[in-house]
């Protein structure tokens, strides 16, 4: 099993990324996928949720707005659309599968937002 994010950066204010989660493993359509992120010095925080079909999406109130998950079950890939990023969204990202008890991790993809 093996989640891999790629996406990250340095960006200024007011830019986007996207974020990236590659699946391999186990059967990806199957599970909801999870963004969290780890800010410096601070716990873990649940981003953004999508249901195994796409068909529903939940956010931290903090990203309404300005972030989308979304995902493509044909490609094993999750993705993370942030955009209007605030210093305060700087933190390692991390992509999470779920599906009942079993859950998996990717390592992470830091993203930094500063002028």
């Known amino acids: 099993v093996q989640l891999v994010e790629s996406g990250g950066g340095l960006v200024q204010p007011g830019g986007s990324l996207r974020l990236s989660c590659g699946a391999s493993?186990?059967?990806?359509?199957?599970?909801?996928m999870s963004w969290y992120r780890q800010a410096p010095g601070k716990g873990l925080e649940l981003v953004a949720t999508i249901t195994d079909d796409g068909g529903s999406a939940n956010y931290v109130d903090s990203v309404k707005g300005r972030f989308t998950i979304s995902r493509d079950n044909a490609k094993n890939t999750v993705y993370l659309q942030m955009n209007s990023l605030k210093p305060e969204d700087t933190a390692v990202y991390y992509c999470?599968?779920?599906?009942?008890?079993?859950?998996?991790w990717g390592q992470g993809t830091q993203v930094t937002v500063s002028s």
């Open positions: 493993g186990f059967t990806f359509s199957s599970y909801a």
């Open positions: 999470r599968a779920v599906r009942s008890t079993w859950r998996y």
